[in-house]
């Protein structure tokens, strides 16, 4: 079975730009959740998607973050426009609905705003 | 509000020495708690968990850990690292309730000597 794929797996732009991410969770998981994390500093949550629909998008920095489920399948993340400090790693994870919802990460997407 | 503390960025062990990895919460209830591990290129990979009931969990990998309520940790262990251990290792708890949402430390990389 394939894990959480995430595209790409490294990303240079320059501020003001705009880049989409893309995250493809396991087959059957419903929820999928997207995590970012600053150099050197905690992992933190952005939103969750149950399905199509966002259920908690409460870790969003602010409005030049979009994240999209259209579908329930794969999702994207796009940064427009990039600025320095969203430069990070860009984790997705899913999950199946369960009890104690063990999540699966994905590789990350390395985000470098120049 | 949750968090979680990961005291130490930098662990430097010997390869078959014993490692100890710290982790503290701060939670009102009794949380889930969980141990990741990230290698070069992958993504974050559960080594453990703990819901409830006996309070030293054994996970993948040879790794265990231990829930301590009185001193609010979960220290994570192994009697003989492998050079193949050298990684980074989050901690993270979850609240429940059915958030689920998982707060993570700040990560401890670990390094192996030969």
């Known amino acids: 079975e394939a894990g959480v794929t995430q595209f790409p797996s490294h990303s240079v732009i320059e501020k003001g730009q705009t880049v989409t991410l893309r995250c493809d969770p396991i087959?059957?998981?419903?929820?999928l959740y997207w995590y970012r994390r600053v150099m050197g500093k905690e992992i933190k949550f952005l939103l969750h998607f149950v399905k199509e629909s966002k259920q908690d998008e409460s870790g969003m920095p602010n409005n030049r973050f979009l994240a999209e489920r259209t579908g329930g399948t794969y999702s994207t993340l796009k940064v427009q426009p990039a600025e320095l400090e969203d430069s990070g790693v860009y984790f997705c994870?899913?999950?199946?609905?369960?009890?104690?919802?063990?999540?699966?990460f994905g590789p990350g997407t390395r985000l470098t705003v120049l | 509000a949750q968090s979680v503390t990961q005291p130490d960025i930098h662990i430097t062990v010997s390869e078959g020495a014993s490692l100890e990895l710290r982790c503290n919460y701060s939670?009102?209830?009794?949380?889930?708690l969980f141990w990741y591990v990230q290698s070069p290129g992958q993504g974050l990979q559960l080594l453990l968990k703990?819901?409830?009931?006996?309070?030293l969990v054994q996970g993948i990998k040879g790794f265990e850990a231990e829930f301590k309520r009185s001193q609010s940790s979960f220290n994570l262990r192994k009697p003989s690292v492998h050079w193949s251990d050298a990684a980074e290792y989050f901690c993270a708890v979850v609240s429940g309730g059915g958030s689920y949402i998982p707060t993570f430390g700040r990560g401890t990389s670990l390094i192996v000597h030969p």
């Open positions: 703990y819901f409830s009931g006996d309070t």
């Open positions: 994870a899913s999950s199946q609905v369960s009890e104690h919802n063990e999540q699966f």
């Open positions: 087959s059957g998981h419903d929820n």
């Open positions: 939670y009102g209830a009794t949380p889930y």
